[in-house]
């Protein structure tokens, strides 16, 4: 195009802006709004909740289950593990863990219209019934109580993916089965599928190094994790009651404190206020996840 038709041209289009009479191409390129990503969840991660009868625990985690359906709009619950206060030590019996999930039961009632994907938590596991045919003896009672379809599994929501994890193994790791279970898993996903993965255990982080309580396999899983990064955005996990967020590699490694705290007690002789294990209250965090594979991690203290 000459120079005096292209002047003549943009003079037109101008005016035509001008009038409100802009050809539709030239409207579609200069007055279209940029696409941004779109919210699709939000969701709650609790964990930690070690509930019991003690420390006025029960009401105390009603009112924070009810402060978070009534403060943020949520779709659904995650929870990390150590629903109960603890099934594990060689001293509890039969009642004591009967009694710990009834009350768990009870407090769940306030977000009974609320899905909740559990994992397992090493608490909440009683090793000491008296024989390993007992119902209540390992894992499948677990299962059992926490409404789960199996001790590690995944479910989809929106356009994001979610496996959940059980780490409760040798060494605090997957075991061969699972870990094979995982590798087909994220294999067979559709490219750029964002993923979420929970275990009760950290996988990587700052808070092992500091307290201990980490996943063994963290390498191997890094590497499987590396592998599907265009998949793979964030892991969750609790058990070290410590809120930390490392990012490596691209994905975004969360342990999200814990709704206990310092076990509903009133916290240790280093902790930075009540209820605090070392420098973390209390708490939960907040999910959001965007439709462009994004996702943000927020962690609320309690004062419950």
């Not at 009642?95 to 899905?115: A, L, M």
């Not at 590699?249 to 969360?254: E, K, Q």
């Not at 002789?269 to 708490?283: K, V």
């Amino acid at each position: 195009m000459k120079r005096r038709s292209l002047l003549k041209a943009i003079g037109l289009s101008a005016g035509a802006a001008f009038s409100g009479t802009l050809p539709a191409l030239a409207s579609e390129t200069l007055l279209e709004k940029p696409k941004g990503k779109k919210l699709v969840l939000t969701v709650p991660h609790i964990t930690d909740v070690h509930i019991r009868a003690g420390e006025n625990a029960p009401k105390r985690f009603k009112a924070c289950l009810k402060q978070i359906i009534s403060k943020h709009k949520v779709d659904f619950f995650l929870n990390g593990g150590d629903s109960i206060n603890d099934a594990s030590y060689d001293n509890v019996v039969r009642n004591q863990v009967t009694e710990q999930w009834t009350i768990w039961d009870d407090c769940i009632k306030t977000i009974d219209r609320y899905e909740i994907h559990s994992c397992i938590g090493n608490h909440d596991t009683w090793w000491k019934a008296p024989a390993k045919d007992d119902e209540m003896y390992g894992k499948n009672y677990v299962v059992k109580r926490l409404k789960i379809p199996n001790r590690y599994y995944s479910f989809s929501k929106k356009n994001w993916h979610f496996i959940i994890l059980d780490g409760n193994n040798s060494k605090i790791s997957l075991d061969d089965e699972q870990y094979n279970w995982l590798e087909q898993e994220l294999k067979n996903l559709p490219a750029a599928t964002p993923t979420l993965l929970m275990s009760h255990y950290p996988i990587l982080g700052t808070t092992q190094v500091l307290v201990g309580g980490g996943h063994s396999d963290c390498k191997k899983l890094k590497d499987l994790f590396y592998k599907h990064r265009d998949k793979v955005k964030i892991c969750l996990s609790g058990h070290n009651h410590l809120s930390d967020q490392t990012v490596y590699n691209g994905v975004r490694y969360c342990c999200n404190g814990a709704m206990s705290g310092f076990w509903w007690g009133k916290g240790d002789a280093e902790s930075a206020g009540p209820g605090y294990y070392l420098e973390t209250p209390p708490g939960y965090a907040i999910l959001k996840m965007y439709d462009d594979g994004t996702v943000e991690n927020e962690y609320f203290p309690h004062t419950f």
